[in-house]
């Protein structure tokens, strides 16, 4: 089964400051179709995961354009580029390439100094 | 508006059974596949089962195979999850979710399932 790593476990930022987050897997997540199925999630305290990002860069609908996601085969990033107080959560890379058993990071705790 | 509502959730005992429902609206419930998710301190988010649109295919993670039965009732929009021999390690936030372009577009609210003696 593919394991997804996250880094670092947790990320004190200044508000305003941009945020990194990376996310390897153990294995390539490039499909047989061509397509690299790699979400992001942010679950906020006390609530559900959301997706912002799908297929490595593609923000959801509502999502504001701080949140930007990039990578290729096994090396992903979430950059959030300029962090707010709502940004204050868990956030999780996902890989959907290799079915059935998909797979979480994680996660990664991003809080205010 | 798409809406996931989630119930069942309990304290149990261990060996004890529960049945966890999701009731869905706002989207073609029989057109979709759905799945299982839960959530711990210890492992974080987990993929536990899903199942096609039809109930045809079904996957269960090794950690609930043989114990967990994942349906659904396309005339009632509605995804089950029954947790026979329920263990300790069992205890989580469980999720019910739309995988979707092998993603996931929509999370229940989640139901907490507490196995302690």
């Known amino acids: 089964d593919v394991v997804m790593t996250q880094s670092p476990l947790s990320l004190p930022v200044t508000l305003g400051q941009p945020a990194s987050i990376s996310c390897t897997s153990s294995?390539?997540?490039?499909?047989?179709?061509?397509?690299?199925?790699l979400s992001w999630f942010q679950q906020r305290p006390g609530q559900s995961p959301r997706r912002l990002i799908y297929?490595?860069?593609n923000r959801d609908s509502g999502v504001p354009d701080r949140f930007s996601g990039s990578g290729s085969g096994t090396d992903f990033s979430l950059t959030i580029s300029r962090v707010e107080a709502e940004d204050v959560g868990v956030y999780y890379c996902?890989?959907?390439?290799?079915?059935?058993?998909?797979?979480f990071g994680g996660g990664t705790k991003v809080e205010i100094k | 508006q798409v809406q996931l509502v989630q119930s069942g959730g309990a304290l149990v005992k261990p060996g004890e059974s529960l049945r966890l429902s999701c009731a869905i609206s706002?989207?073609?419930?029989?057109?979709?596949?759905m799945s299982w998710i839960r959530q711990t301190p210890g492992k974080g988010l987990e993929w536990i089962s899903y199942?096609?649109?039809?109930?045809?295919?079904?996957w269960y993670a090794d950690s609930v195979k043989g114990r967990f039965t994942i349906s659904r009732d396309n005339g009632k929009n509605s995804l089950y999850l029954q947790m026979n021999s329920l263990r300790a390690e069992d205890t989580a936030m469980y999720y019910c979710?739309?995988?979707?372009?092998?993603?996931?577009?929509?999370w229940g609210q989640g139901t907490l399932v507490t196995v302690s003696s």
């Open positions: 199942i096609s649109e039809s109930g045809d295919k079904i």
């Open positions: 294995q390539s997540l490039v499909h047989r179709d061509g397509n690299t199925y």
């Open positions: 996902f890989q959907g390439t290799h079915w059935p058993a998909l797979a």
């Open positions: 297929r490595v860069s």
């Open positions: 979710a739309r995988p979707r372009f092998s993603s996931i577009d929509y």
């Open positions: 706002g989207f073609t419930f029989s057109g979709s596949f």
